[in-house]
């Protein structure tokens, strides 16, 4: 998967991305649950897109709010929709924060990244002692799957198996959520 490729389709999706948007409300609220996200914590969202989560770590307090993503159109958006929010574009694994962060979540995003082992080892770098990294997607890993088999297969690797990726995390956290069922897929853990 090339990343002008990534950026290129994620640029086109933009306009129309919010429309498109389907949400499971029991199904977020357990991965922010799971994710460690509430009152006081300092978040960062990978891959953030239009911003499709922002109004929820609001909802439930965090101390600050950062965002990554690779697509100007998304950020754009997201800029538009929530000025109150440090968006950053550009690639995340080659992006500095000024900070480690409490909570680091990826929502149904984890495919578009051609590297997972290097992913979660750039991420690990950001996490603070004691904080959590989640690989969070609000439908089933055989549904998205199926879902990029389309006009995303060329932006997009399958998603791992739930154990594949929580043997990922596991040289940086102490892995201590996977789940893989038909509502969702969650792989999140605490930073040793």
Known sequence: MEQQEVI???DRCAPSWDVGLVRNEAVISAILDNAGVRAGVD???VACGTGVLFSDYLQRGVASL???DISPE???IAQQKFPEVRILCGDVEQTVFE?????????????????PARL???LARW????????VAHGMSREMLNHHHSGTASRVSVDLLEENELAALFAPYFDVDTVISD?????VAGRKL
């Open 127 to 134: 996490v603070k002692p004691g904080g959590r990294l989640s």
């Open 99 to 115: 900070r480690c962060f409490d909570v680091i979540m990826i929502y149904n995003a984890f495919p578009h990244f051609p590297d």
């Open 182 to 186: 038909e509502r969702m897929y969650q």
């Open 66 to 68: 950062t965002a990554v």
């Open 43 to 45: 978040v960062l969202d």
């Open 74 to 76: 998304m950020v754009k």
């Open 8 to 10: 290129r389709f994620f």
């Open 120 to 122: 979660i080892g750039c």
